[in-house]
């Protein structure tokens, strides 16, 4: 992971899985947190982190395990399936995401975020097929095959670490 950072807008809804280009994969483990955290952080914590202000396992479930009540909502028929860490949730490339409804304590304008989660792509396009969405924003996309994320103003960061299909990353 390459941090990355960027303020939010106030308002709008959260979405995980959707975009012009709908993502088609599967996503295990997703998780924001209220800092900026390193790479180092993220990959020593990834299983119970300090600060973290949403946690979707998505094992048999969309709910939102820090306790803050973030409840996600299967739009379209994502799927349960095995994942990385105990089950995930499968998208198949065509309408399908998760809602996360509008909540400005989740994602404050001006904060530092972290996001972080397991991905595992089965196809690419050349169009941004958004991890995660906070509609005007804040987006992190794969695109073409590279993890690219978006902030206030349309600013796009390429990673610099091109992915493979089938195969996990954090």
């Known amino acids: 992971s390459t941090?990355?950072?960027?303020?939010?807008?106030?308002?709008n809804q959260i979405i995980i899985g959707r975009s012009s280009a709908n993502f088609r994969g599967i996503l295990d483990e997703v998780k924001i947190f209220n800092t900026a955290l390193s790479a180092e952080t993220v990959l020593e914590h990834y299983n119970a982190?300090?600060?973290?202000?949403?946690?979707w396992s998505f094992d048999n479930e969309t709910e939102d395990k820090s306790g803050y009540r973030h409840h996600g909502k299967i739009i379209n028929g994502a799927r349960f399936q095995k994942g990385w860490i105990n089950n995930c949730l499968y998208f198949d490339g065509n309408n399908d995401y998760i809602i996360i409804s509008n909540n400005n304590q989740l994602l404050d304008p001006g904060i530092n975020i972290s996001f972080e989660a397991w991905i595992f792509c089965y196809s690419f396009k050349k169009e941004w097929q958004h991890i995660y969405d906070k509609y005007r924003s804040?987006?992190?996309?794969?695109?073409?095959?590279?993890?690219?994320m978006a902030g206030r103003g349309g600013w796009w960061i390429?990673?610099?670490?091109?992915?493979?299909?089938?195969?996990?990353?954090h």
Do not use: C, F, H
């Not at 941090?3 to 308002?11: T, V, W």
């Not at 982190?49 to 946690?55: F, S, W």
């Open 49 to 55: 982190v300090p600060r973290v202000v949403a946690i």
């Open 3 to 11: 941090p990355q950072s960027g303020l939010l807008a106030p308002g």
């Open 138 to 148: 804040m987006a992190y996309s794969v695109e073409d095959g590279k993890l690219t």
């Open 158 to 169: 390429p990673e610099n670490t091109a992915l493979k299909l089938r195969q996990w990353y």
